[in-house]
């Protein structure tokens, strides 16, 4: 596949990514705004919806912390150098024409590249999916709630039950600092490198998507509505709306494990797809 | 719940008045500085030197903005707060250094950041995270930009603001936080719902 091709696609896709919110989570914070009763917490969602639509009319970023840029490459036939240079070339070009807040540093010197790139960033998951076309999609994720993320390897006997406890304690004790409402992307099981990939793989599905399992699915809807009990609202100030989803991807564990991943997902949900199929043609899936 | 219309740079008695879940707006100059403005603020007071700015009765916004340079001249594309907490460890020692009279950032700080505020006659105001295009159209123009050595996100920007906000009063001048109040009553629902499991 062609390079230039792929850069020019994932260009576009922080693009965006950047300005432009998925619908699926546009829905859900109108849903939000309509529903919620607490007054500092409407105060909040429409300035939420106002700022969205700020940024669609002015054509720049949803948010200044354009975050670190993550790609997951999905195809039956990857050609890895190709792809991993265009989506590094594609980040910086991205960085200066749109532009994105460079953020990427050296973790020890937090020297800034200036440019969002840097040893092993962006990251780049590739996944195996049988198909002739190649898909990328971009996310790009803020500091404010990836800092909230939370590893707890649980006594199994602790079960589901340990598992909603877990997942309450975290959101009240992140409070506002995630900028909520949130969505909650959850690794259950694996050893801890799958159960923090799970997470992420949940973090690209869309909002409102339930898992295929019915116990899982279930569990899902459960949680996010014991979340939205605790009144930690929009931006931590009180409220219905704490959360816009729960996701849960899982794989089997150790059977003396309960490995439970929790990344926080901020409302700005940034992410983009597209399709490059093997005639050259590009598909934008929303 | 009133509101108020402040123009920089704020008097103590400006702030001693304001009250939790009162909404605010600035019009005047305000800083932004994050973790790294704050280290160095603290480094200059501890070594005597004079910082670049003048923080007399001044705004620091907890900030790290994405500007573009167009016509040679900054421009803040987006602004939008940022975590305050990340800022904890640093603020007391900043207030008992510098005049400052308001912070604005997300998500609240520390009991030790409230006791300080108290002392020194500062309030603590919530911007909507993430709402950084609307926060970009009330900043007039960039007046100027201290310390870039440190990256973009991290320099200390000087800008020119016309009713910056709706912000809202969440940790008051009198020793009151909005999100401790709010942490009790939330402990005592995670309690109950953890009990009905």
Known sequence: MERDKIEEVAIQLLRKASIFLPIDVKNALKKAYETETSETGRTVLKTILDNIAAAEQLNRPVCQDTGIVSFFVKGRAIDYKVIESALIKATIEATKSIPLRPNAVHPITRKNSGDNTGVRIPGISWLYKDTDYLEITATIKGAGSENMTALYMLPPGEGVKGLIRVVLESVVRAGGQPCPPVILNIGLGGTVDLTFKMAKLAMIRPLGVRHPEDDIAKLESKILDLVNQTNVGPMGLGGKTTALDVKIEYAYCHTASLPIAINFQCWADRRATARIHPDGSVEMID | MAEYKLTTPLKEEDVRKLNLGDTVYITGIIFTARDEAHERLIEYAEKGEKVPVNLEGAVIYHAGPIVRKKDGEWEIVAAGP??????NKATPKVLEKYPIRMLIGKGGMSQEVLEAMKKHGVVYCQY???????????IKRVIGVEWLDLGIPEAL?????ENFGPLTVTMDAKGNSIYEKLKQEQKKILERLLSQL
């Open chain 2, 128 to 138: 909507t995270g993430g709402a950084a295009v609307l926060a970009a159209k009330n």
């Open chain 2, 82 to 87: 940022t975590t305050s907490s990340r800022m």
């Open chain 2, 157 to 161: 920007w000087i800008l020119e603001v």
